[in-house]
Nanobody, 119 residues
Framework: QVQLVESGGGLVQPGGSLTLSCAAS????????MGWYRQAPGKQRELVAI???????GYADSVKGRFTISRDDAKRTVSLQMNSLKPDDTAVYLC?????????????WGQGTQVIVSS
């Protein structure tokens, strides 16, 4: 059974930094895309950052220049380095992966990790 498990959330002051990590486990043939979404209370889930298998990266405008996504395929992990955090970054952050378990790649989600930016 494929699982995505996040870690690294918590409470941080405005201007601070956090690093989120997500580990994929299970009978995975390949990892096509990995990324991070977030969902704040009363708001829609939004894409934060994404990194496909070619290593190219994409970011939401609101986090460009502050967040950095990276992946380690050997360890099957994706990380999100978050700097200069703002109260608006407060949300549940969810790991997302398009993984090939059989012939057809499928999307998987983690349970989420809470990030609170507050003084």
């Amino acid at each position: 059974q494929v699982q995505l498990v996040e870690s690294g959330g918590g409470l941080v002051q405005p201007g601070g930094s956090l690093t989120l990590s997500c580990a994929a486990s299970g009978n995975i043939r390949s990892i096509e895309v990995m990324g991070w979404y977030r969902q704040a209370p009363g708001k829609q889930r939004e894409l934060v950052a994404i990194i496909p298998s070619n290593g190219a990266t994409g970011y939401a405008d609101s986090v460009k220049g502050r967040f950095t996504i990276s992946r380690d395929d050997a360890k099957r992990t994706v990380s999100l380095q978050m700097n200069s955090l703002k109260p608006d970054d407060t949300a549940v952050y969810l790991c997302y992966g398009v993984l090939r378990v059989s012939l057809v790649p499928m999307a998987y989600w983690g349970q989420g990790t809470q990030v609170i930016v507050s003084s």
